[in-house]
Nanobody, 124 residues
Framework: QVKLVESGGGLVQAGGSLKVSCEFS????????MGWFRQTPRKEREFVAA????????SYADSVKGRFGISRDNAKNMFSLQMSSLKPEDTAVYYC?????????????????WGQGTQVTVSS
């Protein structure tokens, strides 16, 4: 059974930085593509970033390219999203997710396991 738990959300001023992390409990972490999604009350959940099994490939939503960085530590069963130059429109609940895809994927339907989410609020 896979369980994902996010941490590190909070309140930050526009232009600031914040790191959210996700702890993976279960077997074979290094066989999963890991992704971050986010959702606000007014919008559907949207893709943010994904990283393949050995961090050889990363993909980002256009809205966060150049500002966010995804990473993983297979020895610790952890992966993270470093967010910088944050904007008020980055305010959302951020979810981590795990996929059995063989390549990074932006499709929500490809992710089978999800965390409960962590709130990130960017004040203007």
């Amino acid at each position: 059974q896979v369980k994902l738990v996010e941490s590190g959300g909070g309140l930050v001023q526009a232009g600031g930085s914040l790191k959210v992390s996700c702890e993976f409990s279960g077997r074979d972490f290094d066989t999963y593509v890991m992704g971050w999604f986010r959702q606000t009350p007014r919008k559907e959940r949207e893709f943010v970033a994904a990283i393949d099994q050995f961090a050889n490939s990363k993909s980002y939503a256009d809205s966060v390219k150049g500002r966010f960085g995804i990473s993983r530590d297979n020895a610790k069963n952890m992966f993270s999203l470093q967010m910088s130059s944050l904007k008020p429109e980055d305010t959302a609940v951020y979810y981590c997710a795990a996929s059995r895809s063989v390549v990074t994927t932006k499709r929500e339907a490809d992710y089978f396991y999800w965390g409960q989410g962590t709130q990130v609020t960017v004040s203007s």
